[in-house]
Each structure stands twice: as C-alpha cells, then as structure tokens.
C-alpha cells in the first residue's frame, strides 16, 4: 500500500509539474510577445517625437517669419500684437459695420489674415497624439504585469495542489496501516489424521478407516486423537 500511494503520489506531483511548466511556458509566450509590442510601440513614438518635432520646428519657423511681414506691413511691434488683434476684432464687430461699413470690412481681411498667420496650435495636436502613444504603451505595461501576477500564482496553485493531495495520501496510508491484519494459525489447532475419516459422537471421537493395511497406521493415530478405531461403513 505504502509502495502504491508513493508511487501515485509521485505520478501526480510529476503530473502538476508538467502541467505547471506547460501554463508557465504559454504565459512566458504571452509576456514574451507583450514585451515586443511594447519595445515596438516605443521605438514608433520615438520616431513620432521626432519628426514631429521637426515639421513643428519648420512651421514655428514659418509663422514666426509670416508674422514677422504682417506687422511690419502694419507698422506694429511684436509686443504690440495683443493689443493690435483686439483692435482688429473690435473694428471688426457688428456694431462698428453700421457706423463704419469701410473700416469694418478692412478691419475683418486684416483680422482673416492674422488669424491664418497664427493659423491651428499644432504644438497641442501633437501633445494629444504623444499622450495617446504613452497610453497604449502603459496599457501593455498593465498587461505584463498581470500576466507575472498570474505565472506567479500557478506557481503558488501548484504547491497547494500537491500539498492537498500528500495529505490525502498519507491519510490513507495511515488507515491502511491502521486496518492492517496479520493471519497466524494457532498452535493448538489439531493436524487432519493421516488416514481416514475422523468423526464425534457425543464425547467419543472415531477414527474410520477403509483398508486393512491402514489398520497399524491407525492404531498411531486413533492415539494421537484420543479416538477410538473403526471401519468404514
């Protein structure tokens, strides 16, 4: 019994093993292909970082210098911009349309064009496409770190299997043992005659035999038995 439970309880922890290694080596696999994704997605934004930083440099270039034209063709400083485009849209306005119709549509080209100078903030465009880079590559982060949690935990599963199930067999093995009954035959127990049939009436024991030439072994035995010789009907 010993010998059988050792031997199945050898099996199953070789069992949990190769079941553990198949789990782990499939989620190795999974991190495996995360980590690339994520090495990937990091040399993408850097590439993003850096040619967008490039067109943002050039455009900053140009609009500086379109800039630049636009107040000197209007005689205004750089500091003066603030002040000059709030005059622009004031001149610009509905109230000023009636009162001024010339002034107010001169005023409203000049705005027009300051306005396509100035032109879309790329700068926050470009902020909202690298955030969302950073994202994608801590989303896949997260990923890895619960895919460790979880080889760590098949680790922990499978000793607690193979705790229970040595448990288990060493509660049986404690009650085979426990049960376990050694057969002994008694020294009193009378040996069967050698020759004939031996049988009881009352007290008295008989030995019977059926041949004549038996008749000095019985004399031997009929002694032994404390029985009295007889032949057999």
Do not use: M
């Not at 495996?32 to 490039?54: H, P, V």
């Not at 306005?115 to 896949?140: A, L, P, S, V």
């Amino acid at each position: 019994v010993t010998e059988f439970n050792n031997l199945i309880k050898n099996v199953s922890v070789n069992i949990f093993e190769i079941e553990t290694e198949i789990k782990k080596s499939e989620i190795d696999a999974e991190i495996k292909n995360l980590k690339t994704q994520n090495e990937d997605k990091g040399i993408e934004l850097s590439r993003f970082i850096e040619q967008e930083e490039n067109k943002l440099s050039e455009k900053e270039k140009n609009r500086a210098e379109n800039l630049k034209t636009f107040l000197a063709k209007h005689d205004k400083k750089e500091s003066e911009l603030a002040s000059f485009k709030a005059e622009l849209i004031q001149k610009a306005g509905k109230k000023n349309k009636k009162k001024n119709p010339g002034e107010e549509e001169k005023s409203g080209e000049t705005l027009k064009q300051l306005q396509d100078i100035e032109g879309f903030n790329f700068r926050n465009k470009f902020e909202d496409e690298k955030k969302k880079f950073q994202r994608e590559i801590r989303e896949i982060e997260q990923k890895i770190e619960r895919k460790e949690k979880e080889k760590s935990k098949i680790g922990n599963e499978q000793e607690q299997q193979i705790s229970s199930l040595n448990s288990i067999l060493s509660e049986k093995e404690d009650k085979s043992k426990n049960k376990k009954t050694e057969f002994s035959i008694s020294e009193n127990l009378l040996r069967l005659p050698k020759i004939g049939e031996l049988h009881e009436q009352g007290n008295q024991k008989y030995l019977a035999i059926e041949f004549w030439e038996d008749y000095e072994i019985g004399k031997q035995e009929i002694e032994l038995f404390n029985a009295k010789l007889c032949a057999k009907p």
